[in-house]
C-alpha cells in the first residue's frame, strides 16, 4: 500500500530515495506530515508511477484551477535526480479535465518537458 491508502487528492507526500534512509528522520521533525514515499535508489518504480498518476488532480472546465498535490523531496539532485522529480511534479500538478494531456517519461529529460 502506498501513501496511507490514499485514493484521490491529498495534501501531499515526502519522496525519500532508499540511499538516504535517515532523511526520513529530519523529513519528519519537519512538521510535513505527509505519507512518506521511498525510491529505490532515488528512482521511480512502475508501482510509484501508476500510484502517482491515478492521483493525479483533475478539475472541471469552470472552476477556479484546482488543488495540487504537494511533492517535498528530500536530498539534493544527487540523490533523487531531475528527472524523477520531474516525472513527480508532472504527475502530480492538476489540469482541466478539458486539457488532459499524458506526458511520457521520454518527454522528460533531467525533470524539464521538452
Do not use: M, Q, R, W
Given at each position: 500500500m502506498f501513501g496511507w491508502g490514499a485514493t484521490n487528492s491529498i495534501l501531499?507526500?515526502?519522496f525519500i530515495s532508499t540511499k538516504t534512509p535517515e532523511l526520513a528522520?529530519?523529513?519528519?521533525?519537519?512538521g510535513k506530515h505527509t505519507p512518506m514515499i521511498f525510491l529505490e535508489n532515488g528512482e521511480?518504480?512502475?508501482?510509484i508511477?501508476?500510484?502517482?498518476?491515478?492521483?493525479?488532480?483533475?478539475y472541471q472546465k469552470g472552476q477556479n484551477g484546482g488543488s495540487s498535490?504537494?511533492?517535498?523531496?528530500?536530498?539534493?539532485e544527487?540523490?533523487?535526480p531531475f528527472k524523477p522529480q520531474g516525472i513527480i511534479d508532472e504527475k502530480l500538478g492538476f489540469v482541466s479535465n478539458n486539457e488532459q494531456e499524458i506526458i511520457s517519461d521520454e518527454e522528460i529529460d533531467d525533470g524539464h518537458r521538452y
Open positions: 501531499g507526500f515526502s528522520i529530519i523529513a519528519a521533525s519537519l521511480l518504480d512502475e508501482g508511477y501508476t500510484f502517482l498518476a491515478e492521483l493525479k488532480p483533475v498535490i504537494h511533492a517535498f523531496i528530500n536530498g539534493t544527487e540523490i533523487i
